[in-house]
């Protein structure tokens, strides 16, 4: 069992910057991937980043590429999510997510994540 602790939101005004972090324990050599979504109230859960550990391949949607950036730690699976340029529809709770099984599943599909954090909030206000 692997438990996931975000940290790291926060509230900002637009166009700031934050930088969320995601610490999983214990250590699993078999977690293959992790990703971050969020959740607005009232709204469904989305994929934000998705980052493969071994081969560190990032995956963005489209509304955060080119302002988030995902990076992870490979030795302490360690998940991190930097945040450029923010806007008020960011405002959001963040969760980080680990896979460690061998489904094939998007990057971007809820269901294909066993384990989830309680979740940061960020919220971008002026």
């Known amino acids: 069992q692997v438990q996931l602790v975000e940290s790291g939101g926060d509230s900002v005004q637009p166009g700031g910057s934050l930088r969320l972090s995601c610490e999983a324990s214990?250590?699993?050599?078999?977690?293959?991937?992790m990703a971050w979504f969020r959740q607005a109230p009232g709204k469904e859960r989305e994929a934000v980043a998705g980052?493969?550990?071994?081969?560190?391949?990032?995956y963005y949607s489209g509304s955060v590429k080119g302002r988030f950036i995902i990076s992870r730690v490979k030795d302490n699976n360690t998940l991190y999510l930097q945040m450029n340029m923010l806007k008020i529809e960011d405002t959001s709770m963040y969760y980080c997510?680990?896979?460690?099984?061998?489904?094939?599943?998007?990057?971007?599909?809820?269901?294909?994540?066993?384990?989830w954090g309680q979740g940061t909030q960020v919220s971008v206000s002026s």
């Open positions: 980052i493969f550990m071994n081969s560190a391949s990032r």
């Open positions: 997510a680990a896979d460690s099984s061998s489904r094939i599943f998007s990057w971007d599909d809820v269901a294909g994540y066993e384990y």
């Open positions: 214990p250590y699993s050599a078999y977690v293959r991937r």
